[in-house]
C-alpha cells in the first residue's frame, strides 16, 4: 500500500539559509499534519491542512511557512534556520472520506534537518 | 488542556519478559488513543488504537485497553523479543481538535537477549 512520502530524507543546512521540505500524503487523503521531533523528544504539532486551507496551527515559529497544494502535498519553508531548528520534521496524512478510520493518522518516515 | 502522561525510561528487559507501559491521559473531550512505535533511525508506526471506553487495540502481540474510569490505556506484551526495541509513544486525538495528535514523551525500551 501507498505510503506518506516526505522529501528529502536528510538535509544540511548553515544557520541562516533557508529549507523546503516536502510532503506527499496517501493518495485520496485530504489533510496534512507537520510535527517536529527535537533530539530525545516527543514529536510537536506544527500546522495542519485541510482541503488547501490551513485548519490549525501548533508552534510554528514566524520563520516557517507552510501551505498545501491542489494534488494535496504540502511543503515546510523553513527560513532563517536556528541551530534549534535541527530536529526530525514528520509529516502525517489521514482523510476524512472513506477508507481508514478518520481519527488515524499515518506518518511517513520523516526529514532529518541538521543545522550548522 | 489535553494531555498524555506516560512512564518514563528506559526501561531495559530480557527476551521473553513481560513488558507494561503506562499512559494516562488528560482529555476535555472523548479521545481516540494510540500507540505509535519508532525503531531507531526510523519514523513513527501505528502499533495500536482504541476509540471507545472498553475497546482493546492489539497489534504484533501488543495489546491496550482503553479505561475511562481511569483515563488510562496501558500498553501490555507477555513476551518481548529484541525487535521490541525501539521507543513507543502514547498520543490521543480528539474531533475538537481537528484529530491533531498529543503524543505522551515517549519510553525507550531495550530488549537484551
Known amino acids: 500500500a501507498a505510503g506518506v512520502i516526505q522529501s528529502p530524507r536528510h538535509l544540511i543546512k548553515e544557520k541562516r539559509e533557508t529549507a523546503t521540505l516536502k510532503c506527499y500524503p496517501i493518495?485520496?487523503?485530504?489533510?496534512v499534519y507537520w510535527y517536529q521531533q527535537g533530539p530525545g523528544q516527543d514529536p510537536q504539532f506544527l500546522i495542519s491542512?485541510?482541503?488547501?486551507?490551513?485548519?490549525d496551527k501548533g508552534s510554528i515559529p514566524d520563520r516557517f511557512s507552510a501551505q498545501q497544494f491542489s494534488d494535496y502535498h504540502s511543503e515546510l519553508n523553513m527560513s532563517s534556520l536556528e541551530l534549534g531548528d535541527s530536529a526530525l520534521y514528520f509529516c502525517?496524512?489521514?482523510?476524512?472520506?472513506?477508507?481508514?478510520?478518520?481519527?488515524?493518522?499515518?506518518f511517513g518516515p520523516g526529514t532529518r534537518l541538521t543545522v550548522l | 488542556g489535553d494531555s498524555v502522561t506516560q512512564m518514563e525510561g528506559p526501561v531495559t528487559l530480557s527476551e521473553e519478559a513481560f513488558l507494561t507501559i503506562n499512559c494516562t491521559y488528560t482529555?476535555?473531550?472523548?479521545?481516540?488513543l494510540f500507540w505509535y512505535v519508532q525503531y531507531p533511525g526510523e519514523g513513527l508506526q501505528l502499533l495500536l488504537k482504541?476509540?471507545?471506553?472498553?475497546d482493546k487495540g492489539s497489534n504484533k502481540g501488543f495489546e491496550a485497553t482503553y479505561r475511562k474510569e481511569t483515563t488510562s490505556f496501558h500498553l501490555e506484551k507477555g513476551s518481548v523479543q529484541v525487535s521490541d526495541s525501539a521507543v513507543y509513544f502514547c498520543?490521543?486525538?480528539?474531533?475538537?481538535?481537528?484529530?491533531?495528535?498529543?503524543f505522551g514523551a515517549g519510553t525507550t525500551v531495550t530488549v537484551r537477549a
Open positions: 493518495p485520496r487523503h485530504d489533510t
Open positions: 491542512f485541510y482541503e488547501k486551507m490551513q485548519s
Open positions: 502525517a496524512s489521514r482523510t476524512l472520506a472513506g477508507g481508514p478510520p478518520r481519527d488515524t493518522q499515518y
Open positions: 482504541a476509540t471507545k471506553a472498553d
Open positions: 482529555a476535555t473531550g472523548y479521545p481516540s
Open positions: 498520543a490521543l486525538t480528539l474531533l475538537s481538535n481537528d484529530y491533531k495528535l498529543s
